[in-house]
């Protein structure tokens, strides 16, 4: 898998870490129009952004970033995006490409499309949900408190949370419109969750493995041997187990996404799944 800052390293300077401290505790959602940084782009498509990151002299970066018909990925996870300041450090930042933070009034077509390839990607298998799945960040909104809390006990991660809300001085993104003096969120939450949680209704497809009650689902691409533990019964995401996460870290060139084997076979045996067996 490319990452358009690794590949193509900005020349004026690398504004990023490149590994963590911390562990990915939550998924920041952002609009590029509710950035300061980004809000003199004229072109809002992913790509067009993404390389304003490969070569402004902001101090500016972020994980991921979508339109309504493309994903481009510009760091792995385990890299420290500058993207949320204070909270750049526990979390993967993605940015959805739009000119305004007021999701009113946009073709319902368009709002689908883009949230759609935020979560899912292009190959509807991928996008947000699989970086969540592989990070081991609940499918669910999380709130400031609850990532604060995380972060100060040493707890797993939350979920996925607004740019707004961990930068509320200066930052409205990826919903947050004020008018009439009241402030809305006009951001589509449910319809973003429903998305990212789609697959997590379907039955077991045939040729995935079960094993007590969890489906194992091996993904396929560069990731291939990557597995994914779905709770089946809770309708959730619980887990993260691999066959072979070495050779899939291997074929990556790294230690994929911050997931390590150990963590891994930790959560296998936390969920007591049992040896894999064809559904
Ligand atoms: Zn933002």
Not at 56 to 81: K, M, N, Q, Y
Not at 166 to 185: K, N
Not at 216 to 227: K, N, Q, R, W
Request: glycine share 10%; aromatic share 8%; with cysteine.
């Amino acid at each position: 898998m490319g990452f358009l800052l690794l590949d193509r390293p900005n020349p004026n300077g690398p504004h990023y870490y490149p590994s963590r401290r911390e562990r990915v505790l939550a998924i920041v959602v952002h609009v590029t129009a509710g950035s300061e940084d980004l809000d003199t782009l004229d072109d809002n498509s992913a790509e067009s952004v993404a390389q304003y990151a490969a070569t402004t002299d902001r101090e500016v970066s972020w994980h991921t970033g979508s339109d309504a018909d493309s994903w481009v990925d510009l760091l792995p996870s385990s890299a420290v995006a500058w993207h949320a300041t204070d909270y750049n450090g526990c979390t993967h930042g993605h940015e959805i490409s739009k000119r305004t933070t007021d999701w009113r009034n946009m073709p319902a077509k368009w709002v689908d499309k883009t949230l759609r390839m935020a979560a899912l990607g292009p190959d509807e298998k991928s996008g947000l949900r699989r970086k969540a799945i592989e990070l081991g960040v609940p499918l669910r909104w999380a709130t400031k408190a609850e990532l604060d809390h995380a972060r100060a006990t040493g707890g797993g991660p939350v979920g996925f949370i607004t740019h707004a809300e961990l930068q509320w001085a200066d930052r409205r993104d990826p919903g947050y419109v004020t008018e009439g003096g009241q402030v809305i969120d006009t951001f589509p939450r449910q319809q973003f969750m429903d998305l990212l949680n789609l697959q997590n209704k379907l039955p077991a497809k045939k040729g995935k493995k079960r094993m007590n009650g969890f489906t194992f689902e091996v993904l396929d691409g560069p990731s291939a041997g990557l597995g994914v533990l779905v709770d089946m019964e809770n309708d959730r995401t619980t887990g993260i187990t691999a066959v072979n996460l070495a050779d899939a870290a291997a074929k990556a060139g790294t230690l994929h996404f911050g997931v390590n084997a150990a963590e891994a076979e930790d959560l296998l045996r936390k969920y007591g799944a049992g040896n894999p067996q064809e559904s």
